[in-house]
């Protein structure tokens, strides 16, 4: 799917710079940017989502292990 993806000069620059560095395109570096933020967000909702309704629920067993 097609996307515009708007950004300032500023953040152009960088881009274009890291592609450089990297000898990458811009888009392969923003794609590989999007892919990471979004992998490393979806890991820590999963963690906090079995935090929120898993660890409540051996709570008590958890408070006498530690005793």
Do not use: K
């Not at 097609?2 to 794609?31: F, N």
């Amino acid at each position: 799917m097609a996307m515009t993806l708007r950004l300032t000069d500023e953040e152009t620059a960088a881009l274009r710079l890291r592609g450089e560095l990297e000898g990458r395109s811009m888009q392969e570096v923003a794609r590989s940017a999007v892919r990471e933020y979004t992998d490393r967000h979806s890991r820590d909702d999963l963690i906090d989502r079995v935090m929120n309704t898993e660890l409540p629920r051996f709570a008590d067993a958890l408070e006498r292990l530690a005793q």
